[in-house]
């Protein structure tokens, strides 16, 4: 069964987009496209419709095959949490800590304020050279020390679905190089994924199969 | 002419659209504040009482001085002018009832709604709101319910501060440093205060609170295109909820002493 189903989707332009004109696109558990867009606001505009975050003007959005009602705020939530976002907006919360961004998701769900980091969590930090900077706020840490801790948060949640834009935006090489990796284990393992690599080279790192956005007009090959 | 009835129209039609929105927004904090979910309770409770610190704590230093000068020089102004048995009606009847929630409110404005609205605004522009949704969190369980609450319960509190402080500590300053005829004062406002007083400063922090908490979180979100519209939402939503409260206060006054 498709994990997400977009059907006679539609949606206006956003930016210097040319929107997306009508279209149907499902993503199944094994998935790994690559999205080429001749505008990147037209790729943005897909991956945010993907993640529930841009309301269809026309159509209808399945997440394992319910159909997500975009008044229901609760119902969205849930499945908003098992999507695992990593566009080039995708932000942490600028007056807490990384910690805190990272202990957030844990805060609320299981209603305490008594945990700590899990190693697997940490393990990635360090990874990543954030370790030492976790009780600082995002604004005090270096733009791709923020970026990490994003990338460290969404990889971490138990997403069901992977979206990603531009890997290598605002990460040193040694980072990207990483986290293409976790990316690649994920894809591995099965976890549907889209990914879109805007200008850069690396377009071909986890595809199987093509989306095509030209003129606003969508199609997988 | 034409042009000018279409301007009156539209400036109609969103101000009414505003007001509608600002309703949806008070009905669905207040819906989550009935319901209060057990997911996330501690972590809204933190929020809260985070909240009641910058709101009300921080600005005991702003209230508790402005609270006595006015005090010392209304208390000093109404012995000057008014027969003695007076004194306690007019101080309750001014210093308690109007000046007082409507001085704080003006003070909570400054401070609180003003950052709430900057707050808010930021984090819709920069996308904290969808990265908070995206980890499955109600921003209604961790920002806007904290807030109705904290400045709320901040506002009773700072209303109550500075009655007693303009009341006792005007009382002592003019005592302190004239020779107004000042007997009986505390008597008389003793006897000056009604049921119906403390009800009306009660409701008049309530709908304070409420009203200052919903415009400001509003007005930054909807802040939607860049950060330099922060500033001018955070100017209107001040003077926005500046209207509100004299509208308020004047409204509670015709309900209740007219």
Redesign the interface.
């Known amino acids: 069964m498709a994990l997400i189903e977009l059907r006679n989707y539609a949606h206006r332009p956003t930016g210097r987009g040319k929107g997306l004109e009508t279209f149907s696109f499902t993503l199944a558990p094994g998935d790994a496209y690559s999205l080429h867009a001749d505008r990147i606001d037209d790729a943005h505009l897909f991956l945010r419709a993907l993640?529930t975050?841009e309301p269809p003007e026309a159509g209808s959005y399945r997440f394992n095959g319910e159909e997500l009602n975009f008044t229901k705020?609760?119902r969205?939530?849930?499945v908003?949490?098992k999507?695992g976002?990593l566009g080039v907006?995708?932000?942490?919360?600028?007056?807490r800590t990384l910690r805190s961004n990272l202990l957030?998701?844990r805060?609320?769900?299981e209603?305490?304020?008594d945990l700590s980091l899990g190693e697997d969590v940490l393990a990635l930090c360090r990874l990543f050279g954030i370790e030492d900077k976790l009780d600082l706020r995002p604004a005090q840490v270096a733009p791709e020390d923020a970026r990490a801790a994003v990338i460290v948060?969404?990889m971490t949640?138990g997403a069901e679905v992977f979206l990603i834009e531009q890997a290598f935006v605002a990460l040193p090489r040694q980072a990207a190089e990483l986290y293409i990796g976790m990316i690649r284990e994920k894809v591995d393992a099965g976890v549907p994924c889209v990914y879109y690599a805007g200008l850069t080279q690396y377009d071909r790192l986890f595809k199987k199969r093509d989306i095509y956005i030209r003129d606003g007009v969508l199609s997988v090959v | 002419m034409r042009d000018y009835a279409g301007y009156l129209g539209r400036q109609t039609v969103d101000r009414l659209n505003r007001y509608a929105d600002q309703s949806a927004l008070f009905y669905r904090i207040l819906r989550q504040i009935v319901v209060n979910p057990?997911?996330?309770?501690?972590?809204r409770l933190?929020i809260v009482v985070e909240q009641i610190y910058f709101t009300a704590v921080e600005a005991l230093w702003i209230v508790i001085p402005i609270s006595l000068l006015l005090g010392s020089m209304m208390i000093l102004q109404f012995a000057g002018i008014a027969a003695q048995h007076d004194l306690g009606k007019i101080t309750v009847a001014l210093l308690i009832r109007e000046f007082g929630p409507l001085v704080t409110a003006l003070v909570v404005i400054l401070r609180s709604a003003t950052a709430v609205t900057i707050?808010t605004g930021?984090?819709t522009v920069?996308?904290?709101i969808?990265?908070?949704?995206?980890?499955?969190?109600?921003p209604?369980?961790?920002l806007f319910v904290p807030r109705m609450i904290g400045i709320t319960v901040s506002l009773v509190c700072l209303i109550t501060i500075f009655c007693i402080v303009s009341v006792l500590g005007g009382y002592a300053i003019a005592w302190a440093l004239t020779t107004l005829p000042l007997q009986n004062f505390l008597a008389q406002i003793g006897k000056a205060i009604e049921p119906l007083d403390i009800v009306a400063v009660g409701l008049k922090a309530l709908f304070f609170g409420a009203g200052i908490t919903v415009i400001s979180l509003h007005y930054g979100l909807s802040v939607r295109r860049g950060i330099t519209e922060v500033p001018v939402a955070t100017s209107r939503g001040a003077v926005a909820c500046l209207f509100y409260c004299v509208a308020v206060n004047f409204a509670l006054f015709a309900a209740f002493f007219l």
């Open positions: 993640a975050l705020r609760r969205l939530l849930a908003r949490r999507i976002y907006d995708a932000a942490l919360i600028g007056n957030l998701g805060y609320y769900h209603n305490r304020l948060r969404e949640k | 057990r997911t996330g309770r501690r972590l933190r707050e930021y984090m920069l996308r904290e969808e990265a908070l949704e995206l980890q499955g969190v109600d209604l369980d961790v």
